[in-house]
């Protein structure tokens, strides 16, 4: 069983950044590839970014790319996501994720832990 805590969240302007991190305990880390989604009220959860367990491929949302960055510490158990340039439509509960079985990184079904989720507000 893999547990994940996320941290890092909280409020800030429009333009400004913020990091989330992801603690992972309970498995072998670097079997696992890592994402991160985003859910806000009302919507669907929706894909911003994932990373391989090696920390070698990536992937972003179209909504993200060019402002957020992933990656991953695996000495440290750790998945890190770079918030840049953050808008108010950002605004969302934010969740990192482990996969360990096949399937496409964006599809929030084909992980199989999830942390509890941070709370990221942009205001305008």
């Known amino acids: 069983q893999v547990q994940l805590v996320e941290s890092g969240g909280g409020l800030v302007q429009a333009g400004g950044s913020l990091r989330l991190s992801c603690a992972a305990s309970?498995?072998?880390?670097?079997?696992?590839?890592m994402g991160w989604f985003r859910q806000a009220p009302g919507k669907e959860r929706e894909f911003v970014a994932s990373i391989s367990g090696s920390g070698v491929f990536r992937y972003y949302g179209d909504s993200v790319k060019g402002r957020f960055t992933i990656s991953r510490d695996n000495a440290k158990n750790t998945v890190y996501l770079q918030m840049n340039s953050l808008k108010p439509e950002d605004t969302a509960v934010y969740y990192c994720a482990a996969k360990v079985s096949s399937g496409g990184v964006s599809v929030p079904s084909n992980y199989d832990y999830w942390g509890q989720g941070t709370q990221v507000t942009v205001s305008s």
């Open positions: 309970g498995g072998t880390f670097s079997r696992y590839a």
